[in-house]
Nanobody
């Protein structure tokens, strides 16, 4: 059974940084593409970034390109999302998801393969 646990969220001022982590278990992590999605209050699910099983290839939503960096440590079964130059519009619950997620992202797509989320709040 896929088990994903996110951590690292918190309250940060605009322009600040955070590193989100996702601990994975229940599947062969090194064989899986991994994805980050987010949901702001009152809005739909938004695809944020994905990384290939090897970690060589990564893709980003235009809204975060140049500010966020996805990475992984297959030896530790860990996925990361480094958030820099944070903006108030980055405020959301962030989820890690096993495998690719279609765009637009929807909740049925990620059922049974996502974590419980970690809240990021960007506010002065």
């Amino acid at each position: 059974k896929v088990h994903l646990v996110e951590s690292g969220g918190g309250l940060v001022q605009p322009g600040g940084s955070l590193r989100l982590s996702c601990a994975a278990s229940g599947f062969t992590f090194g064989d899986a593409t991994m994805t980050w999605v987010r949901q702001a209050s009152g809005k739909g699910l938004e695809w944020v970034s994905a990384i290939s099983p090897s970690g060589i290839a990564a893709t980003y939503a235009d809204s975060v390109k140049g500010r966020f960096t996805i990475s992984r440590d297959n030896a530790k079964n860990m996925l990361y999302l480094h958030l820099n130059s944070l903006k108030t519009e980055d405020t959301a619950m962030y989820y890690c998801v096993k495998d690719n997620v279609g765009r637009p992202a929807t909740w049925p797509q990620i059922a049974n393969r996502r974590g419980q989320g970690t809240q990021v709040t960007v506010s002065s």
